[in-house]
Nanobody, 125 residues
Framework: QVQLVESGGGLVQAGGSLRLSCAAS??????YAWFRQAPGKEREWVGA????????HYGDSVQGRFTISRDIARNTVFLEMNSLKSEDTAVYFC????????????????????WGQGTQVTVSS
């Protein structure tokens, strides 16, 4: 059974940091990504990582503040979030694909087959 399980969400003050984890099981994925969705807004791409190379790409709104990494031995992907702002408040979703994905499609929800249940991140100002 394929599963992506996020953890690490919570309440943090503006300017603080938080690290999310995404533990994968059931199969091997080529690319992982993080998306987020705030109330009343569309799902927004945060960033992506290629599992084998570790190459990362980020959305403009988080570039320089967020870092995606992976732990191959633990089959886990991380999202390190620093300098958090109130506008980072959202449900954060981990997602993954087994397919080869062009870079310009990494930020599209349709590029991914598997999704986690999401974890809430709330940044208080």
């Amino acid at each position: 059974q394929v599963q992506l399980v996020e953890s690490g969400g919570g309440l943090v003050q503006a300017g603080g940091s938080l690290r999310l984890s995404c533990a994968a099981s059931g199969r091997t994925f080529r690319n992982y990504a993080w998306f987020r969705q705030a109330p009343g807004k569309e799902r927004e791409w945060v960033g992506a990582i290629n599992w084998s190379s570790g190459t990362t790409h980020y959305g403009d709104s988080v570039q320089g503040r967020f870092t995606i990494s992976r732990d191959i031995a633990r089959n886990t992907v991380f999202l390190e979030m620093n300098s958090l702002k109130s506008e980072d408040t959202a449900v954060y979703f981990c997602t993954a694909t087994t397919k080869v994905t062009a870079v310009n499609y990494l930020g599209r929800t349709f590029a991914y087959e598997y999704w986690g249940q999401g974890t809430q991140v709330t940044v208080s100002s």
